[in-house]
């Protein structure tokens, strides 16, 4: 009974109804963390700036209402209070985060697509409660961050928590993550198209219909119940543009490129912010303090780089600001939002961004209003379109720009400029940076997801490691007897013809020498080698990838390739077979898939020593031993000759569990690194010196 109930419930979490009821979960859990989340920034901000009255107006007006932004209650602050209120909003984030989940620390989103990438989808629990505090106190005390990364972190670990109770494998777990984040995205901004599209575009990175489907679900639901309680409106009131005519989207592609300018240098500024406060020698959880004193310095001059900073956005919009106030925020708002995330604090840069790209569209047009008055449309226009343009060059995700710039205003006449202007500020951003904002901190972790998300694993696998040194190989003038007995004797299908010199001429295929047994008596002396080999015509090198020697076993129609010295084609060094290169490629995608399946059992070999899978396999992570320094993956074969699967590897410096990457083949082992290897108790216990 109990066999049957464990292959019901199996097939119950395989089945379409399952997975629709997961998603839906997720879409409720989402929506409710962020009405809470919203809730939490409007409570804490009344509380910073206006102190016990504050919070009581608030739930006078309403604790659903939108939070707005400080900048009208700055104005009217001593300046001492103004620049001390977001200090102290650093002061009481850093502790929180340092000690109690640094995932929490910054955007929120690298670390999702880390988890998403490497750990399966798995995600402490913990997140949802720290990140949601320390997020909303951010903001809340005036910080200039966004709430998207915040409510994409916080959905995807409620997300990842449901999924881990119901014990989900590695690859519903990642989809189900994607759920949590679209589910966020979507209540928040009232978006649910555009938190669909962020999920798989920015998260998950699979368009495929077994992915799409749940979390278009979670971002539905989680619209609903949002608007619900939120009520069903645009996050911006914009006035009805219009576009002066088609010669008009040229001006739109060039803000386009200031777009992905603006973009580029955003990402840059950020992060050597980031560097500088780590060279400052002051204890981490201090440092958002002092990032938070020097946003209140900012904002003595400029309160409206303080929070999420939707009012001034609007302001740009309908060209309320005048051009050097617009030229003024841009740069001060890039700076505070670096000095609030690089120092430590906690919040997103979907906000910002669209504040850049406000101030950059609102400058470009007035630009354009006073030099070409008769062939420009308004300057907000140029504001709204530049929003969207600034955020495909940050996250080099145009699709999501495009359509959120749509859901947040619901004005789909803006859809052909943004699409023009988004198009090229991501061209451009990509042609200066390789990696977006959020990939940019994981390169900076080791964790290269472009590199790993590579669908065609045959790429990193060469034809060294699969290499048959000892094919069946026969002179010219070997005589057919010689040959059909070496046949018989071995399990080849191709035997490769030799000269004297034992150069190679071509090869024997065993059909041809099974037609030719019932005439071997007649034949055995008159037929020699030379007389049946077909001139070779694929050939292989120790140094072409299996992409390449897959391609060949399709076009050639054969089973077995010879292997020849890259440096003189004649002489042959092996052979390569094609059931191997299958093999090979199963165990790449199980070796990829296990490393991220296996993320729970890893966060807990940081606690024990060996954590044990069942079946005599374990999991470990040990230091590399010193026989393994210098030496790449490829050179060291730890699969064929102990039976051993290196999941992850841990560079030295820095935390532990960030500096974590899925190695591939070429990637050496330096002093001080740790590998994550999975394989027979007894051979890892071997490798580790036990």
């Given at each position: 009974?109990?066999?049957r109930?464990?292959?019901?419930?199996?097939?119950?979490?395989g089945?379409?109804l399952?997975?629709?009821g997961v998603?839906i979960?997720c879409?409720l859990?989402?929506?409710f963390?962020?009405?809470v989340?919203?809730?939490?920034?409007?409570?804490?901000?009344?509380?910073?700036?206006?102190?016990?009255e504050?919070?009581?107006?608030v739930?006078?007006?309403?604790?659903?209402?939108d939070?707005g932004?400080?900048?009208?209650v700055?104005?009217?602050?001593a300046?001492?209070k103004?620049?001390?209120?977001?200090?102290?909003?650093?002061?009481?984030?850093?502790?929180?985060?340092w000690f109690?989940?640094?995932?929490?620390?910054?955007h929120g989103?690298?670390?999702?697509?880390?988890?998403?990438?490497?750990?399966?989808?798995?995600m402490?629990?913990?997140?949802?409660?720290v990140?949601?505090l320390?997020?909303?106190i951010?903001?809340?005390?005036?910080?200039?961050?966004?709430?998207?990364?915040p409510i994409?972190?916080?959905g995807?670990?409620?997300?990842?928590?449901?999924?881990?109770?119901?014990?989900?494998?590695a690859?519903?777990?990642?989809?189900?993550v994607?759920?949590?984040?679209?589910a966020?995205?979507?209540?928040?901004?009232?978006?649910p198209?555009?938190?669909?599209?962020?999920?798989?575009?920015?998260?998950?990175?699979d368009?495929?219909?077994?992915?799409?489907s749940?979390?278009?679900?979670?971002?539905?639901?989680?619209?609903?119940?949002?608007?619900?309680f939120?009520g069903?409106?645009?996050a911006?009131e914009?006035?009805?543009?219009e576009?002066?005519g088609?010669?008009?989207?040229?001006?739109?592609?060039?803000v386009?490129?200031a777009?992905?300018?603006?973009?580029t240098?955003?990402?840059?500024?950020?992060?050597?912010?980031?560097?500088?406060?780590?060279?400052?020698?002051?204890?981490?959880?201090?440092?958002a303090?002092?990032?938070?004193?020097l946003v209140?310095?900012?904002?003595?001059?400029?309160?409206?780089?303080?929070?999420?900073g939707?009012?001034?956005?609007?302001?740009?919009?309908?060209?309320?600001?005048?051009?050097?106030?617009?030229?003024l925020?841009?740069g001060?708002?890039?700076?505070?939002?670096?000095l609030t995330?690089?120092?430590?604090g906690?919040?997103?840069?979907?906000?910002?961004?669209?504040?850049?790209?406000?101030?950059?569209?609102?400058?470009?047009?007035?630009?354009?209003?006073?030099?070409?008055p008769?062939?420009s449309?308004?300057?907000?226009l140029y504001?709204?379109?530049?929003?969207?343009?600034v955020?495909?060059?940050?996250?080099?995700?145009?699709?999501?720009?495009?359509?959120?710039i749509?859901?947040?205003?619901?004005?789909?006449?803006?859809?052909?400029?943004?699409?023009?202007?988004?198009?090229?500020?991501?061209?451009?951003?990509?042609?200066?940076?390789?990696?977006?904002?959020?990939?940019?901190?994981?390169?900076?972790?080791?964790?290269?997801?472009?590199?790993?998300?590579?669908?065609?694993?045959?790429k990193n696998?060469y034809v060294?490691?699969?290499?048959?040194?000892?094919?069946?190989?026969?002179r010219a003038?070997?005589?057919?007897?010689?040959?059909i007995?070496?046949?018989?004797?071995?399990?080849h299908?191709?035997?490769?013809?030799?000269?004297?010199?034992?150069?190679?001429?071509g090869a024997i295929?065993?059909?041809?020498?099974?037609?030719m047994i019932?005439e071997?008596?007649?034949?055995?002396?008159?037929?020699?080698?030379?007389?049946l080999?077909?001139?070779?015509?694929?050939?292989?090198?120790?140094?072409?990838d299996?992409?390449?020697?897959?391609?060949?076993f399709?076009?050639?129609?054969?089973?077995?390739?010879?292997?020849?010295?890259?440096?003189?084609?004649?002489?042959?060094?092996?052979?390569v077979?094609?059931?191997?290169?299958?093999?090979?490629y199963?165990?790449?995608?199980l070796?990829?898939?296990?490393?991220?399946?296996?993320?729970?059992?890893?966060?807990?070999?940081?606690?024990?020593?060996?954590?044990?899978?069942?079946?005599?396999?374990?999991?470990?992570e040990l230091l590399?031993?010193?026989a393994?320094?210098?030496?790449?993956?490829?050179?060291l074969?730890?699969?064929?000759?102990?039976g051993v699967?290196?999941?992850?590897?841990?560079?030295?410096?820095?935390d532990?569990?960030?500096?974590?990457?899925?190695?591939g083949?070429?990637?050496?082992?330096?002093a001080?690194?740790?590998?994550v290897?999975?394989?027979?108790?007894?051979?890892?216990?071997?490798?580790?010196?036990r």
């Amino acid at each position: 009974m109990d066999a049957r109930l464990r292959k019901l419930v199996s097939w119950r979490r395989g089945g379409h109804l399952f997975t629709v009821g997961v998603a839906i979960a997720c879409g409720l859990a989402g929506a409710f963390g962020a009405i809470v989340f919203r809730l939490l920034i409007r409570l804490f901000q009344g509380l910073f700036f206006e102190g016990a009255e504050g919070v009581a107006g608030v739930v006078e007006e309403g604790l659903l209402a939108d939070a707005g932004d400080p900048r009208a209650v700055a104005t009217e602050l001593a300046w001492w209070k103004l620049v001390l209120i977001p200090a102290l909003g650093g002061l009481i984030v850093g502790p929180l985060v340092w000690f109690l989940a640094r995932e929490a620390r910054g955007h929120g989103v690298p670390e999702v697509m880390e988890a998403v990438a490497l750990r399966g989808g798995v995600m402490r629990p913990r997140i949802v409660a720290v990140k949601t505090l320390a997020s909303a106190i951010s903001i809340g005390s005036g910080g200039s961050v966004g709430r998207e990364g915040p409510i994409v972190q916080i959905g995807s670990a409620m997300g990842s928590a449901i999924g881990q109770a119901l014990s989900l494998p590695a690859r519903q777990l990642r989809t189900i993550v994607g759920c949590g984040a679209a589910a966020g995205i979507a209540a928040t901004f009232n978006a649910p198209i555009a938190g669909a599209l962020f999920a798989v575009e920015v998260i998950v990175g699979d368009f495929a219909v077994t992915q799409f489907s749940p979390i278009v679900i979670s971002a539905v639901v989680a619209t609903v119940v949002s608007r619900w309680f939120l009520g069903n409106h645009p996050a911006f009131e914009v006035p009805a543009y219009e576009v002066g005519g088609p010669f008009e989207l040229l001006p739109f592609m060039l803000v386009g490129l200031a777009a992905g300018l603006v973009g580029t240098l955003f990402v840059r500024v950020l992060y050597r912010c980031e560097d500088l406060f780590g060279l400052l020698p002051l204890p981490e959880w201090s440092k958002a303090a002092l990032g938070g004193l020097l946003v209140g310095v900012i904002a003595l001059w400029f309160p409206h780089v303080l929070g999420v900073g939707y009012s001034t956005i609007s302001d740009a919009l309908t060209g309320a600001l005048p051009i050097t106030m617009l030229a003024l925020l841009l740069g001060f708002k890039l700076l505070a939002t670096s000095l609030t995330i690089g120092s430590g604090g906690s919040g997103g840069v979907f906000a910002p961004s669209l504040f850049l790209g406000a101030m950059t569209g609102g400058l470009f047009g007035q630009c354009m209003n006073l030099w070409f008055p008769d062939f420009s449309s308004d300057a907000g226009l140029y504001a709204l379109v530049t929003m969207g343009a600034v955020v495909a060059a940050t996250t080099h995700a145009p699709l999501s720009a495009i359509i959120i710039i749509f859901e947040l205003t619901q004005k789909i006449d803006v859809i052909p400029p943004v699409m023009a202007a988004s198009v090229v500020s991501s061209l451009l951003a990509m042609r200066l940076a390789r990696n977006s904002i959020y990939t940019t901190k994981l390169v900076r972790r080791g964790v290269d997801l472009k590199r790993e998300d590579d669908p065609n694993v045959l790429k990193n696998l060469y034809v060294r490691e699969i290499l048959d040194p000892e094919p069946v190989v026969v002179r010219a003038s070997e005589p057919l007897e010689e040959i059909i007995t070496r046949m018989v004797d071995g399990e080849h299908t191709e035997l490769f013809v030799v000269d004297e010199a034992g150069f190679l001429l071509g090869a024997i295929r065993v059909p041809v020498l099974i037609r030719m047994i019932y005439e071997r008596e007649p034949l055995r002396t008159l037929v020699v080698a030379s007389d049946l080999f077909t001139p070779r015509r694929a050939v292989l090198t120790l140094d072409d990838d299996l992409d390449l020697a897959m391609q060949l076993f399709s076009n050639e129609d054969v089973d077995e390739i010879p292997v020849v010295d890259r440096d003189d084609e004649r002489r042959l060094v092996g052979s390569v077979h094609k059931r191997d290169v299958i093999a090979s490629y199963s165990q790449e995608v199980l070796r990829r898939d296990l490393a991220g399946g296996v993320g729970g059992s890893v966060a807990v070999v940081d606690r024990v020593h060996q954590v044990d899978l069942g079946g005599g396999f374990v999991v470990q992570e040990l230091l590399a031993p010193a026989a393994f320094i210098g030496q790449s993956l490829r050179d060291l074969d730890l699969r064929a000759r102990h039976g051993v699967q290196v999941l992850l590897l841990r560079s030295e410096g820095g935390d532990r569990r960030r500096s974590v990457r899925v190695p591939g083949p070429g990637d050496q082992v330096a002093a001080g690194d740790k590998l994550v290897v999975a394989g027979p108790k007894r051979a890892v216990d071997e490798i580790s010196g036990r």
